[in-house]
């Protein structure tokens, strides 16, 4: 800022200097503010009125430097439609916009302060809302600013870093299940009487919780699967003989029908080896005798709002998981069989790198990225090695 004051050239990159320079306009601005206030003070409303136009005459050569643009409308649509952002997405960072506007003052976005974030903040405590949801709130917000920031619309991301701390950070950690747990998950009515919940949505409640546990897969991963994605493939072993086996090519694809499949990033793509154990139980057979070999493997889950295949199906399981199952912990849900995939893995001492991959995890670092990944034979091997020690399934 100082540079740019006297004129002076600086080595900054022209982001910083555009900011600085921003920046400049806006203290320049409260200096002639300041002036106005003490020439009032000293000489009254008519050396102000002429103290004031001489300001708005200054100000009108100055170059504009508001946006003009909201975070709830402008900002928010930019956003999206350059990350791609699904429906659900917008819409709730679109609400955590309109709480703010509610709870400080409606604004554009380079007029937004810390001190208004920082107000949300202690609004959202004031008002009951619990650590969790808070900082989720807070996240999207900084989401929002921070694009704003980076696109120079504003001269500082004002909600950076600033968040509830946790004093026990593991308290609300998804935790992973039991023996005894997975005991009474898979003794349940839908096991061992072949119950079929309405809610539970047909065979998707007696398959979801088995893939997941035999998978390590996400719940809305294994739910949008289509029929032509469990598929059979031969390949070579060490020595180049060939061998075969079943696998869930888990990909994001639009078919002829128009439905789509989602997946959380670019590591998701993958093919998984499917357990002998799940191959025991028949899923293959229950595949192969579906009516619609084009459609989906549970045809009965049907999207929300979002667009969301296992919404309703979560729904239906939580209180079947508490009520039923007697898993009263409120850490361990759908997502822990996911977890429990992880610990089980490592018991078996699968190298992490083909963990990862099975589980559609990203790399650790860059070397990660390198080649293309481990073959179907490490894959099916590895999965071969899986197992759950003292869990019985009829």
């Known amino acids: 800022m100082d540079a740019l004051a006297d004129g002076i050239e600086t080595e900054g990159s022209p982001a910083d200097i555009a900011r600085a320079g921003r920046l400049l306009v806006l203290h320049e601005r409260e200096k002639a503010d300041s002036l106005v206030a003490a020439l009032h003070a000293r000489y009254g409303n008519g050396q102000n009125a002429r103290a004031s136009e001489s300001q708005n005459q200054a100000v009108e050569c100055e170059p504009a430097t508001g946006s003009g643009l909201y975070l709830d409308k402008d900002i928010l649509d930019r956003w999206a439609t350059e990350r791609g952002v699904v429906a659900k997405g917008k819409d709730t960072h679109r609400a955590v916009a309109e709480w703010f506007y509610a709870r400080t003052e409606r604004k554009p976005v380079e007029q937004v302060t810390r001190q208004d974030v920082l107000a949300f903040k202690d609004k959202l405590l004031a008002e009951g809302q619990s650590v969790s949801n808070t900082n989720t709130k807070l996240s999207r917000l900084r989401t929002l600013l921070g694009w704003a920031y980076q696109n120079d619309l504003t001269a500082s991301n004002v909600a950076e870093r600033i968040s509830v701390k946790v004093a026990d950070g593991g308290k609300n950690k998804r935790l992973p299940f039991s023996l005894p747990e997975l005991q009474a998950i898979f003794a349940s009515p839908v096991y061992a009487n072949g119950e079929r919940p309405a809610q539970g949505r047909a065979e998707a409640a007696y398959w979801l919780p088995l893939l997941g546990l035999f998978t390590g897969a996400r719940l809305e991963e294994i739910g949008q699967l289509r029929v032509s994605d469990v598929q059979h493939h031969s390949y070579p072993d060490q020595d180049g003989n060939m061998l075969s086996g079943w696998f869930l090519n888990i990909t994001e694809t639009i078919d002829e029908k128009g439905q789509e499949n989602r997946l959380k990033n670019a590591a998701s793509e993958r093919l998984v080896p499917l357990h002998p154990e ?66 089980y893995t490592r018991r078996a001492r699968m190298p992490e790198g083909v963990q990862r991959q099975i589980m559609g995890h990203a790399g650790k670092d860059v070397a990660d990225d390198y080649g293309s990944g481990y073959d179907l034979h490490s894959l099916a091997e590895a999965m071969a090695t899986y197992r759950v020690p003292g869990l019985i399934i009829g």
Request: glycine share 10%; net charge positive; aromatic share 16%.
């Open 278 to 343: 799940i191959e025991r139980l028949g899923f293959i057979a229950y595949v192969r005798k579906l009516k619609d070999q084009t459609g989906r493997v549970f045809p009965e889950l049907k999207p929300n709002i979002y667009g969301r295949l296992t919404a309703k199906w979560g729904e239906w399981f939580g209180p079947y998981l508490r009520k039923v199952c007697g898993v009263a912990d409120k850490r361990k849900v759908y997502h822990s069989f996911r977890h429990t995939f992880k610990d």
